[in-house]
């Protein structure tokens, strides 16, 4: 079945224009996650998603950073005002139903790249 | 604070040899505790997970981990490498109480043919 799509897979931007970054979950899974991998780096969590319920934003870095689901299912993360340490791999992933021990399904990551 | 920590950046192994690769926690209660592994140019795939009960888990790929409560560990395991097990692999626990994972900064496999 299909996986976790995210696009685009690669953005170059210049720094202070805004970006938009698309995610689109496994059918059916009510959990969704952003995270942000730098280089040399681990995950970095940004936020999570579950169901229609507020969201835990807990890991954005900025209040340029924002992230929506629509309809519990396909997320958008926002980035206004791009700066250069923002630069990095933006994974997404979902899972299965409520319980936090369920595994993730990463999506293949967009690569943002900020002149 | 809670964390998660991969103290080798880098493990080379032969083929055919066990391999093992590192990580160690500090997260309040009863941890939870997965291995993800991300190969080249693919996206983070899950290989296992501790939850509770046996403290050796095995998982995909002819991984297995073993969980050491006294140690604070749940280091990765195989008992014999494959050229194609070369990847960069990621240890991770949500923090106690919450969905936050946190991940550790990986460790690269090589494994020599």
């Known amino acids: 079945g299909a996986g976790v799509s995210q696009s685009p897979s690669n953005k170059v931007t210049e720094k202070g224009k805004d970006v938009e970054l698309r995610c689109d979950p496994i059918s059916g899974h009510t959990a969704l996650y952003w995270y942000r991998q730098s280089l040399g780096q681990g995950l970095e969590f940004l936020i999570y998603f579950q169901g229609n319920s507020a969201p835990d934003k807990s890991g954005l870095p900025s209040d340029r950073f924002s992230a929506e689901r629509t309809g519990g299912s396909v997320s958008t993360l926002t980035i206004q005002r791009t700066q250069q340490e923002d630069s990095a791999v933006y994974l997404c992933?979902?899972?299965?139903?409520?319980?936090?021990?369920?595994?993730?399904?990463f999506g293949p990551g967009t690569r943002l790249t900020v002149l | 604070a809670q964390s998660v920590a991969q103290p080798e950046d880098q493990v080379n192994v032969a083929e055919g040899n066990p391999l093992t690769v590192k990580c160690t926690y500090s997260?309040?209660?009863?941890?939870?505790l997965f291995w993800y592994v991300q190969y080249p140019n693919r996206g983070l795939q899950f290989l296992l997970k501790?939850?509770?009960?046996?403290?050796l888990v095995k998982g995909s790929y002819g991984f297995e981990a073993e969980f050491n409560k006294s140690q604070t560990s749940f280091h990765l395991k195989k008992p014999s490498a494959l050229v194609s097990d070369s990847a960069l692999y990621f240890c991770a626990a949500p923090t106690s109480g919450t969905y936050k994972y946190i991940f550790g900064t990986g460790t690269r496999l090589k494994v020599l043919a």
């Open positions: 501790y939850i509770t009960g046996d403290n």
């Open positions: 992933a979902s899972s299965s139903g409520r319980a936090v021990y369920n595994e993730q399904f």
């Open positions: 997260v309040s209660g009863n941890p939870y």
